[in-house]
């Protein structure tokens, strides 16, 4: 699957939530739709449809146990899109360690303020 198929599979908020509840574990067809329903007021059918689009896409698989049909993550899809991604990681990790950077010289520039005054 390509990583621009992935992200139209993504880009979806109620396949984003589903996978955020298979994220914690394997879980069975009514226990998603249930949650789904009531998080985004869609029907039965319409949350079956995203679990379709998910298996088929490759993000998830499923399994029958008895009548119940049990979900769960198919982290290949999910290792393309963190590849793909790889290649902008270093513009947010910049910032984020100039941000620490920042964070640790206020700190340590209030203690230093402290030190001087005599409060502590």
């Not at 699957?1 to 109620?14: E, I, T």
């Not at 879980?27 to 319409?46: K, L």
């Given at each position: ?18 996978l955020e509840l298979l ?45 119940r049909r049990l979900y ?23 910032r984020l360690d100039a ?22």
């Open positions: 699957m390509g990583s621009v198929h992935a992200f139209d599979v993504l880009g979806d908020p109620v396949r984003r939530r589903i994220a914690v574990g394997e879980q069975a067809s009514g226990d998603i739709s249930a949650v789904i329903q009531d998080e985004f007021g869609i029907s039965q059918p319409a949350v079956s449809q995203h679990l379709r689009v998910l298996r088929e896409s490759g993000f998830a698989s499923v399994r029958a146990e008895g009548t769960a993550v198919d982290a290949a899809p999910l290792r393309e899109v963190d590849a793909w991604l790889e290649r902008f990681r270093g513009f947010w990790e910049q941000l620490g950077t920042e964070l640790a010289r206020g700190r340590r520039e209030r203690r230093l303020g402290k030190e001087a005054s005599g409060d502590e």
